[in-house]
């Protein structure tokens, strides 16, 4: 399978797509966003069902969009396979007519027959669209989409007509259908679970725009501005107000540092599973505890600090937790600590301007998001 | 004007003018108006308030207005009219030709603003489904549009017919009430009635409401069991 | 029967007499049409079909054989028109009361159906949310359910009342053409025509067509800016 | 404010509804259920916005519905406050209009200030429903509910019309106006975490049926039946095939007790957080080891077992895990080990048979679901 580069601006309604990504020959790269933040248009945008204002698509040597010389694929010739959010399944065919739609009459039997093996569709040849469950036609979809072999596999919010309930075993499935797939696939969402375990790479896309990309892990751990570690679930934000060399301090307190931190550091965070209970002493922050939650393995503890920021702990199961309205001392080691700027695009990318790319930033080796201190990899 | 065929035996002739005009106007609006529709469900086009109205005008104009329009457009001394006098060697006013193409224009609403609804209604995801298949733009049409109007497509052809076989007052006008030629169904009751001739009348007009009420009933029905109302 | 009003200098008096048919006739239609929409939109029974069919009768059948049934009816034998005569001393057909029953009649579906239409989008939960507030019937419907159909009663109004001032063929029949009493505007047309009188025709046909055309302007910008198309 | 007892009957189309609950004077109580089990027609029947064809709701000693004397209060005179799927805020009225719509029109301007304070709306009384975010909606659905002070708040799907970033942050909003409130709250959902730290008591409705129903805690560690136990999110079951004094066995392997179970246990069950590693030895179960994903502070890794049932096991994020593919064995403790039976409901209730209620099995005194030897609460 071939690499595939995208690289398309968008105007429309005042909603602005402006997006430079590249999919690699394979694995499962999943863009994540707020709903509204473009992610779907994008996929259209690949997909040939919309045209991009400026830019191009190529996919390996293939050249789908190229605005420049006003070459623009239609999406019928374009080996797309996508797999809308509702589905989309033609609710007048059957499950396999819906599977054999995209095939020459004369493969037709024989490839219908192997793609409703693999995805376990025995049994259901004969339903209709309405006859099927939400995972079901999940599967149907896959199979239609997946059938034509397409250069390239587009998922358009996998779950969300799923029931949550459900979720969890959809994902599942989905994840081993995607692992055995020899194309790239392409997931868009808004779901972080759905991306956890599913993607080898993550784009986070804000208004319009691709903030972050890069190894899943990576991300995770890196997210670099306030924006994008929100969007990832990050909870715990400690806003900065001023910089020495040794401290960091803000309304809620003071932290030591033993590192120096970059000095348009705006905001620390810290994974609620990495603080920890401490006696006072120096270092540790004074707090409120507001609320214990249990959630099954783990318990959560929401804390007050002096300014009212709140953070939130998790500890195991079995260790105790102090009682609502009691003070406490949190130690947040200091390996543990990220820092984050406010949003990096404070510049406006001028539409056409391909030189100063802000989007430049947004690579794997982004310098900001960095732990304080180096440490051994945890896992 | 008014030629009078006068016999009490009922004249069946005008029923068949009535169904023949119908059903030649009823292809040449689905000719017109599938792709008319169409441009009016999707298009984001700023003249689309302006083709709606001038669309619907037939269902809320006089007939008569359009008629004298028609007249004055198809007579003797208007554009069309001259146009065809020379090309068919007769005046296009009150021949079968002129009565086609003034029912065209009056049932024109009934079709597409059906049709419309359907487009509207449209599921283009599966449309946006099947190109992304590979599907052609005709195939796609075939294959996925189609199956999903057939409601629509079935009351525009009903509506289309039905209400051609009941216009009258632009027929009247344009067409006047030549025998085996212009005097549809309509018209004939209305000459029974000024002849006081009510017994043929009532015949016609039996047989007429009769056939109305089956057709919406049909419409109805169908409409019920395929989903929600006609509303179109 | 056909009276003639012999003059060249344009007669206002058929535009007014249609503009107070057309009034007359959509107060009328509202009182009978709101409650009838609502029962359609909500009801379960069996007989929605029927009645929905009946409703929509006058779309498609002829004006002539609804104009023939209504002359029966209301004539000087029919049991309306003997009833009328007693009351008032006069026949029902030919007079204006007589006009405004069948327009009433005639016109019936272009107000019953956007205001159905406008019901079964109404959002129920919204009514229901009323109730558990404690609010009666009748507030619910002022407060609540009018400001949800204002566009389906707006369309109601405006396509009943244009039509009725088209109507031709009904009025023909049941009103003849008697000068301040039931000579409409669309017959005025008709006779100017019929006496080769253009010029006054051509008049009065433009200020119609360009009546018709603006209500339909305005329908269909208030529908765009409201919400979805006409389609009712 | 008053206890609520509704005990009613509905058939509509197959559906049938069959219920009977009673509502303490106080306190969260929720329903959960998988959709289409009859949750929201309950609320309905309650609201007087259906019909039930059997049964009587009465409200302290005020009578709603009474089948028997053909009592019918209309919805407008039961005093009761709805939040309805979607809120239903009437579009075309302000914050400030759909707070006071149910009040009477002296006391509405000072009730609709009080409302507005307590739900944190000031400075949103002028705007219209479109122009509010989903937790704002909520809120004024709220106070428009409860401005009229019903005997009884009713809350349906209160998150389902919400993004699921957002669900935790307006769960939080919603249990603290709930637990404030005098009256009680009738919650209907079927999403496990809305309820799990907002309700007191849980009632678990199967096919239009309660099947259990108990305080909160004892309806989630005891949920007697394996059907309520999967829609509690339960996960990890064992299929019984024999039961001797001392053990019990299935086509997984054998499980020691040191106490006897009841002999109609059809299914044994453990929570993932409970099992543990272990080198082989008696009472250990082997397995292989599918799967690992880490979940933010728990890790988590599922096994199959020798006939292919899968078991799920949870342990902290720091503690070290097997790779996919290796052999462990896992032991499961017994004081956490619980015991299910199959769906109680195999002996269907005649309509109006009042005598032989299954629905009498249901109460927090169930007999089943107990854990095999008596521990220490585990807080």
Redesign the interface.
């Given at each position: 399978m071939s690499r595939i580069r995208v690289d398309v601006r968008l105007k429309r309604d005042g909603f602005v797509l402006d997006c430079d990504l590249d999919i690699p020959e394979q694995g499962v790269t999943a863009i994540l966003g707020?709903?509204g933040s473009g992610k779907t248009t994008l996929l259209r945008v690949i997909?040939?069902?919309e045209t991009p204002d400026q830019g191009s698509i190529t996919v390996g040597d293939k050249v789908w969009v190229n605005t420049g010389n006003r070459k623009f694929l239609?999406?019928?010739?374009?080996k797309?396979?996508?797999v809308?959010?509702?589905y989309?399944?033609?609710?007048?065919l059957t499950v396999a007519q819906n599977i054999g739609?995209?095939l020459p009459r004369r493969q037709r039997g024989q490839l219908v027959d192997k793609w409703i093996n693999r995805l376990h569709l025995e049994s259901l040849e004969g339903r209709y669209p309405h006859e099927l469950s939400g995972g079901q036609k999940q599967r149907v979809a896959l199979a239609?989409?997946l059938a034509?072999e397409p250069d390239i596999l587009l998922l358009d919010e996998p779950f969300s007509a799923v029931?949550?309930?459900l979720r969890e075993k959809l994902r599942r499935q989905l994840q081993e259908i995607v692992k055995t797939l020899e194309q790239p696939v392409l997931i868009v969402t808004?779901?972080?679970e759905e991306v956890?375990?599913l993607a080898d790479r993550i784009g986070v896309m804000v208004d319009g725009r691709l903030s972050r990309i890069g190894q899943s892990n990576n991300v995770f751990d890196d997210p670099g501005n306030y924006e994008v570690a929100k969007?990832l679930?990050w909870r715990n934000f400690l806003p900065v107000k001023s910089i020495t060399s040794t401290a960091v301090t803000g309304a809620w307190g003071e932290l030591s540092l033993e590192q120096a931190i970059p000095v348009d550091t705006d905001w620390l965070s810290i994974?609620?599973?990495h603080i920890r209970l401490t006696t006072e002493e120096p270092g540790g922050l004074c707090t409120e505890v507001v609320h214990v939650?249990?959630?099954?393995?783990?318990r959560e503890m929401e804390c007050r600090l002096r300014d009212g920021t709140r953070l939130v702990m998790?500890?195991?199961?079995h260790e105790?937790l102090p009682a609502p309205g009691s003070q406490v001392w949190l130690k947040l080691p200091l390996q543990h600590i990220q820092v984050l700027c406010d949003s990096p695009l404070v510049q406006i990318r001028q539409s056409g301007n391909t030189t100063a790319r802000l989007a430049d930033r947004s690579v794997d080796q982004f310098t900001r998001g960095k732990r304080v201190v180096p440490m051994e990899k945890q896992? | 004007m008014i030629e009078v065929a006068n016999d009490n035996i009922l004249d069946l002739a005008p029923v068949w003018l009535s169904l023949k005009l119908s059903a030649v106007t009823v292809v040449i609006l689905l000719i017109v108006g599938l792709p008319m529709a169409w441009w009016l469900a999707f298009t984001r086009s700023r003249l689309k308030v302006t083709i709606e109205a001038v669309t619907a005008l037939p269902l809320v104009l006089p007939p008569t207005v359009l008629g004298f329009y028609l007249l004055v457009f198809m007579g003797p001394n208007g554009p069309a009219g001259q146009l065809w006098h020379v090309l068919a060697g007769h005046s296009l006013a009150f021949s079968f030709t002129g009565l086609v193409i003034a029912s065209c224009l009056y049932s024109l609403p009934f079709v597409v603003q059906p049709l419309q609804a359907a487009f509207e209604s449209l599921d283009r995801k599966a449309v946006e489904a099947a190109w992304t298949l590979g599907a052609s733009m005709v195939r796609t049409f075939v294959t996925i549009v189609l199956p999903q109007i057939r409601r629509g497509l079935l009351i525009a052809i009903v509506l289309g017919f039905a209400h051609t076989m009941g216009e009258f007052g632009v027929v009247l006008m344009v067409g006047g009430n030549i025998p085996g030629e212009t005097q549809v169904v309509s018209i004939a009751i209305y000459e029974q009635v000024e002849m006081l001739n009510y017994q043929s009348a009532e015949k016609l007009s039996a047989g007429l409401l009769v056939f109305s009420f089956l057709i919406l009933l049909l419409v109805y029905s169908i409409n019920r069991q395929w989903g929600r109302g006609l509303k179109a």
């Amino acid at each position: 399978m071939s690499r595939i580069r995208v690289d398309v601006r968008l105007k429309r309604d005042g909603f602005v797509l402006d997006c430079d990504l590249d999919i690699p020959e394979q694995g499962v790269t999943a863009i994540l966003g707020p709903s509204g933040s473009g992610k779907t248009t994008l996929l259209r945008v690949i997909a040939g069902l919309e045209t991009p204002d400026q830019g191009s698509i190529t996919v390996g040597d293939k050249v789908w969009v190229n605005t420049g010389n006003r070459k623009f694929l239609s999406s019928q010739k374009r080996k797309v396979g996508m797999v809308f959010q509702d589905y989309a399944l033609f609710e007048h065919l059957t499950v396999a007519q819906n599977i054999g739609y995209g095939l020459p009459r004369r493969q037709r039997g024989q490839l219908v027959d192997k793609w409703i093996n693999r995805l376990h569709l025995e049994s259901l040849e004969g339903r209709y669209p309405h006859e099927l469950s939400g995972g079901q036609k999940q599967r149907v979809a896959l199979a239609r989409a997946l059938a034509t072999e397409p250069d390239i596999l587009l998922l358009d919010e996998p779950f969300s007509a799923v029931d949550v309930s459900l979720r969890e075993k959809l994902r599942r499935q989905l994840q081993e259908i995607v692992k055995t797939l020899e194309q790239p696939v392409l997931i868009v969402t808004h779901d972080l679970e759905e991306v956890h375990h599913l993607a080898d790479r993550i784009g986070v896309m804000v208004d319009g725009r691709l903030s972050r990309i890069g190894q899943s892990n990576n991300v995770f751990d890196d997210p670099g501005n306030y924006e994008v570690a929100k969007i990832l679930g990050w909870r715990n934000f400690l806003p900065v107000k001023s910089i020495t060399s040794t401290a960091v301090t803000g309304a809620w307190g003071e932290l030591s540092l033993e590192q120096a931190i970059p000095v348009d550091t705006d905001w620390l965070s810290i994974r609620p599973y990495h603080i920890r209970l401490t006696t006072e002493e120096p270092g540790g922050l004074c707090t409120e505890v507001v609320h214990v939650r249990e959630l099954g393995a783990v318990r959560e503890m929401e804390c007050r600090l002096r300014d009212g920021t709140r953070l939130v702990m998790q500890s195991s199961w079995h260790e105790p937790l102090p009682a609502p309205g009691s003070q406490v001392w949190l130690k947040l080691p200091l390996q543990h600590i990220q820092v984050l700027c406010d949003s990096p695009l404070v510049q406006i990318r001028q539409s056409g301007n391909t030189t100063a790319r802000l989007a430049d930033r947004s690579v794997d080796q982004f310098t900001r998001g960095k732990r304080v201190v180096p440490m051994e990899k945890q896992s | 004007m008014i030629e009078v065929a006068n016999d009490n035996i009922l004249d069946l002739a005008p029923v068949w003018l009535s169904l023949k005009l119908s059903a030649v106007t009823v292809v040449i609006l689905l000719i017109v108006g599938l792709p008319m529709a169409w441009w009016l469900a999707f298009t984001r086009s700023r003249l689309k308030v302006t083709i709606e109205a001038v669309t619907a005008l037939p269902l809320v104009l006089p007939p008569t207005v359009l008629g004298f329009y028609l007249l004055v457009f198809m007579g003797p001394n208007g554009p069309a009219g001259q146009l065809w006098h020379v090309l068919a060697g007769h005046s296009l006013a009150f021949s079968f030709t002129g009565l086609v193409i003034a029912s065209c224009l009056y049932s024109l609403p009934f079709v597409v603003q059906p049709l419309q609804a359907a487009f509207e209604s449209l599921d283009r995801k599966a449309v946006e489904a099947a190109w992304t298949l590979g599907a052609s733009m005709v195939r796609t049409f075939v294959t996925i549009v189609l199956p999903q109007i057939r409601r629509g497509l079935l009351i525009a052809i009903v509506l289309g017919f039905a209400h051609t076989m009941g216009e009258f007052g632009v027929v009247l006008m344009v067409g006047g009430n030549i025998p085996g030629e212009t005097q549809v169904v309509s018209i004939a009751i209305y000459e029974q009635v000024e002849m006081l001739n009510y017994q043929s009348a009532e015949k016609l007009s039996a047989g007429l409401l009769v056939f109305s009420f089956l057709i919406l009933l049909l419409v109805y029905s169908i409409n019920r069991q395929w989903g929600r109302g006609l509303k179109a």
